[in-house]
């Protein structure tokens, strides 16, 4: 009975990350997705107690798929630049790949939801600019190296390029992706983060 409920939970949130991306700009109502999952509002609402829960549970997806990555890649990966490269590559990688969660990532699909949404997405922000902090951090106290803008900057400035990937690609209705000329702005960027004695 659990794996069913289970199961029914994963539907309804799949169906939801589904109607953001088929209807940017809409607002998400529980008839429509009780009807895109086939269900009854009621059935709903034995799963989720509240809209705010459904979208609650797709945040948590973004952050366990996000978080639990960046953690092996810090793991796996002892050079820096290929660290901060590999982290944002995910991160931009990861919205290309679901866009109806870049909704949520842009705070666009929490228009008229509770503060407490909007709050959780900026702390996936911020944990993701104080990994890059550490990582960054790390270089200077283990190998010397620092970026010439700083360590608190240089986060900032990272973090300011993948969310401005992300609102271009829901502006453009998903047809601008994160990926696109990635490297070529990596090399650039890379360049001008490089690390100096």
Same mark, same amino acid.
């Given at each position: 009975?659990?794996?069913k409920k289970?199961? !029914?939970?994963?539907?309804?949130l799949q @169906?939801l990350a589904q109607m ?8 998400? &109502?529980?008839?429509?997705l %009780?009807?895109?999952v086939?269900?009854?509002? @009621?059935?709903?609402y034995?799963?989720?107690p509240s809209?705010?829960?459904?979208f609650?549970? =797709?945040?948590?997806?973004i ?6 990555r960046i953690?092996?890649i810090? $793991? ?5 630049i290929? !660290?901060?490269?590999?982290i944002? &590559?995910?991160v931009l990688?990861? @919205?290309?790949?679901n866009?109806?969660?870049?909704? =949520?990532?842009?705070?666009d699909?929490?228009a008229?939801e &509770?503060e407490?949404l909007r ?10 600019e &104080? $990994? =890059? ?5 790390? @270089?200077?106290?283990?190998?010397g190296?620092?970026p %010439?803008m700083?360590v ?14 992300? !609102?271009?690609?829901v ?6 992706k ?5 490297q070529e ?13």
């Open positions: 009975m659990s794996n289970n199961d !029914r939970r994963t539907q309804i @169906a953001l991306e088929s209807s940017p700009g809409a607002r998400i &109502t529980t008839a429509a %009780a009807k895109q086939g269900v009854s509002e @009621a059935a709903l034995r799963h989720f809209k705010a829960k459904m609650e549970g =797709l945040i948590e997806f952050e366990e798929t996000l978080f639990t953690n092996r810090i $793991q796996e990966e002892a050079n820096v290929s !660290r901060v490269e590999m944002v &590559t995910l990688g990861f @919205a290309e790949q866009p109806g969660m870049c909704r =949520l990532l842009t705070a699909a929490l008229g &509770t407490r709050m959780r997405i900026t702390q996936v922000f911020d944990r993701i &104080t $990994q =890059l902090k550490q990582i960054i951090r790390e @270089a200077d106290l283990k190998q190296l620092r %010439a700083g608190a900057p240089c986060a900032n400035f990272l973090i300011a390029i993948i969310e401005g990937k992300i !609102r271009h690609y502006r453009s209705e998903f047809k601008v994160p990926m696109d000329i990635w702005q990596w090399t650039v960027l890379a360049q001008t983060l490089t690390l100096n004695r």
